[in-house]
């Protein structure tokens, strides 16, 4: 019988945030949660970087316990990679580490988020053209400007994680041909107003 979901998602700490915290390691991680097992060759081709760079950033989530062999793949040398982990949870704490260094890698870790999102985002409206009309109808992007306190804000926030949560017991078969990833990003913080 498979781990519930939650235990799935990976806790970052110092050390694992350290070894992610690197704009290649993060696209080879996202990669590999959202298109299923691969190579570092397969991955270079992907992600148009060299199968050398792509091999020694898969290594290093490979010490970190991000990723790990799928032994039911490969042939001979080919080595299969897969993610260990469904998701990650973000601490805070990170971001007030003593050590200069975690405060860094916190810091470029959430940059590099917010920029992969920015990223799907752009893809998916440059693309929206290549997906059936019923797709077309169905996605959003929406914002909502609420005055609330930081404990108001946290309560909306965790709603809507468990309002997902909800959802991952109703997934759709991989043999639902309307069946799709659908990628939700959710970003709630303060304007600053003059």
Do not use: C
Request: proline letters at 5%; a negative charge.
């Amino acid at each position: 019988m498979d781990e519930p979901q939650v235990s799935r998602i990976r806790d970052l700490d110092a050390r694992s945030l350290r070894g992610l915290a690197h704009p290649l390691r993060m696209r080879l991680l996202d990669t590999l949660r959202f298109s299923g097992p691969a190579t570092a060759s397969g991955l270079a081709e992907t992600l148009g970087e060299s199968s050398g760079a792509t091999s020694y950033h898969l290594r290093q989530l490979a010490a970190h316990g991000f990723i790990e062999d799928d032994p039911e793949r490969g042939k001979g040398r080919e080595r299969w990679w897969k993610a260990a982990h469904l998701g990650l949870r973000f601490d805070d704490a990170l971001l007030t580490d003593d050590d200069p260094e975690v405060r860094g890698a916190a810091d470029l870790y959430l940059h590099e988020v917010a920029t992969t999102q920015t990223r799907d985002l752009s893809t998916w409206l440059g693309n929206r053209h290549t997906w059936p009309e019923k797709w077309s109808r169905t996605w959003d992007m929406s914002s909502a400007t609420l005055r609330l306190t930081p404990e108001l804000t946290q309560e909306l926030v965790e709603k809507m994680h468990a309002l997902v949560e909800t959802y991952r017991d109703r997934v759709a078969g991989d043999d639902d041909p309307e069946a799709a990833q659908v990628r939700f990003h959710t970003h709630a913080f303060p304007l600053t107003t003059e």
